[in-house]
């Protein structure tokens, strides 16, 4: 028996089902990371990966409707949204692309705290403030978001029981940034793919 003969059970509910779950986890993926794009203004590339999306979702929706008889293609069109969500979260979580902004706020005076991070190549602006129990120190930095940790762990080192905040910033001008070299994004996805082997 033919297992790829269009009345074959594993054409029916394996490989059909499987293909529209890898093409849902596709697009969801681009999706997602489209979306995240847009919203850090990143509007070269959103149209770009839009279109991919698009030709993607139409494969998977054509294969829907030529078998609505078949429910586990329906589940597996589900669960391919499901995981590309999940999966377009994490390639941007480890992109880390974009800057934030970290505040930070010490109840005592802390200069090798800022000796550290400036020895960093940190740009930090420290403000004398009042806080709910008295005086305090707080050190604002804009920072790329492949920098937090480095950031985090110099800030633990020396306070770990500093309170801090940390988001994004869409857009920021004329600041002390390290000198990092840019990566393109399909040099990003492609360090992100190779880590994770």
């Excluded at 029981?161 to 393109?184: C, H, L, N, Q």
Aim: with cysteine.
């Amino acid at each position: 028996m033919d297992l790829l003969s269009s009345n074959s059970w594993f054409l029916t509910w394996v490989l059909l089902p499987g293909l529209i779950f890898l093409a849902r986890i596709m697009d969801q993926s681009v999706g997602t990371l489209r979306l995240i794009f847009i919203s850090k203004g990143m509007k070269n590339i959103a149209p770009f990966l839009g279109f991919f999306e698009v030709i993607i979702w139409l494969l998977a929706i054509g294969q829907i409707m030529q078998h609505l008889d078949n429910w586990l293609c329906y589940v597996a069109y589900g669960a391919g949204f499901a995981t590309g969500n999940f999966i377009g979260i994490a390639l941007e979580e480890r992109l880390s692309i974009g800057t934030s902004i970290i505040r930070v706020i010490l109840s005592s005076e802390s200069p090798e705290l800022i000796q550290a991070l400036k020895s960093h190549n940190f740009g930090l602006t420290v403000l004398d403030a009042d806080g709910a129990k008295g005086k305090v120190k707080v050190i604002f930095s804009i920072i790329r978001r492949k920098e937090i940790s480095l950031f985090l762990d110099t800030l633990h080192q020396y306070h770990p029981t500093a309170f801090y905040t940390i988001e994004d910033v869409k857009t920021a001008r004329e600041g002390v940034f390290k000198s990092v070299p840019d990566k393109s994004l399909f040099q990003g996805l492609a360090s992100v793919l190779t880590n994770r082997k």
